[in-house]
């Protein structure tokens, strides 16, 4: 059996061998010895190579579940804020507000849905208007920061919420990016 520092050695030959090793984000991405077997986390600077860097990986690792590969995402786009509507066409209570993310050659639309409860808490602790892009924006990207099995996947789910029980982390973060 590989440990971690053969295993990270293997999958940088493989990726050399494939041209496709400028891809990978060397920083992010780790390799680790958990008790009698590897982990490996490899993150990628263009998600248009996700299959391709899965199909060199995988056969490396004695389990599927022991590989986690995400991408880096970046936001392209902040469109603007709108009422939430039912599928009948009434309203939600709730706002919306679309965000096209990139990472490499691929693109994603998430959509950030801020409930009528999440706006009301936050005027409180802001004392004043919630700025929805801005808060759509903080939350998107603490959710990208994610990493390991826990890591957010724009192209898989599109649909995030900001409901009242997130409020208190949420308006941190949206403090410190003011």
Not at 110 to 135: D, M, N, R, Y
């Amino acid at each position: 059996m590989m440990d971690a520092s053969q295993l990270e050695q293997q999958i940088i030959e493989r990726l050399t061998q494939a041209g496709i090793l400028s891809f990978l984000d060397r920083d992010a991405s780790q390799v680790l010895n958990l008790g009698n077997e590897v982990w490996a986390e490899i993150v990628l600077t263009d998600a248009s190579k996700t299959a391709e860097v899965e199909a060199l990986i995988l056969p490396l690792l004695p389990k599927p579940d022991s590989l986690v590969i995400r991408s880096r995402w970046k936001i392209s786009e902040i469109g603007e804020p709108v009422a939430a509507r039912a599928p009948d066409g009434g309203l939600r209570a709730a706002v919306l507000v679309p965000i096209r993310l990139n990472s490499g050659t691929e693109s994603a639309m998430v959509t950030v849905s801020i409930t009528k409860a999440a706006e009301w808490e936050l005027e409180q602790i802001l004392g004043g208007k919630v700025p929805f892009k801005e808060l759509a924006k903080v939350f998107v990207e603490s959710s990208l920061q994610r990493g390991g099995e826990s890591a957010w996947n724009p192209a898989a789910q599109s649909y995030l919420e900001i409901a009242s029980g997130g409020v208190g982390n949420i308006s941190r973060l949206l403090r410190q990016a003011a």
